[in-house]
């Protein structure tokens, strides 16, 4: 194994644990997050344990980093930020921060047919604000049953049942601002009249 490589895969363990302290996850939500037991994550960030690319992977996605990042590629000079895209189910994720600790943006395009057309509320901790830029965007928030359209903006605790997808065919694009329990956004709005 060349130098370089070895050295970067040493360095791993002390980025995995200033990433989790960053983002301020403990090791038994980053266990839960990813599926790695806890006493392997602790090898990993002491580097008691070397990363392979199954442990490596699962907490790249959970940050929200590419694995480059997660194990110090050499700089290449370049200043521009390249965040990269989650595909799945039909749902594009982009994020906009890379700061878990504090509250979370994402730009999030959904095409028609990837979600399942029945709502399937969820909860979690944190709080959400979201706004439409495109299209039409429906969002069952405990009993209500809403459709968004573009410039429109709603705000809910996550710990309320939630779902929310495309409407009427087409792709909706919307900003998602999400945060820790207690963490807002607000939005202020001249009253009418």
Known sequence: MDDDLDDAITAAGPRLRALRKQRDITLDELSSQTGISKSTL????????????????????????TLD???????TGDPRVHLRP?????????????RAGGIQAFKIIMSPGGRPE??????HEGYEWIYVLNGRLRLVLGDHDLVLTSGEAAEFDTRTPHWFGPVGGAAVEFLSLFGKQGERAHLRARPKG
């Open 86 to 98: 989650v595909t799945r189910n039909g749902m594009t994720m982009l994020p906009l921060t890379r």
């Open 118 to 123: 029945e709502p399937d509320p969820r909860t």
């Open 69 to 75: 990042e997660l194990v110090g590629a050499p700089p």
């Open 42 to 65: 602790s090898r990993l960030e002491s580097g008691s344990r070397r990363p392979t690319l199954e442990l490596l992977l699962p907490l790249a996605r959970v940050y929200g980093v």
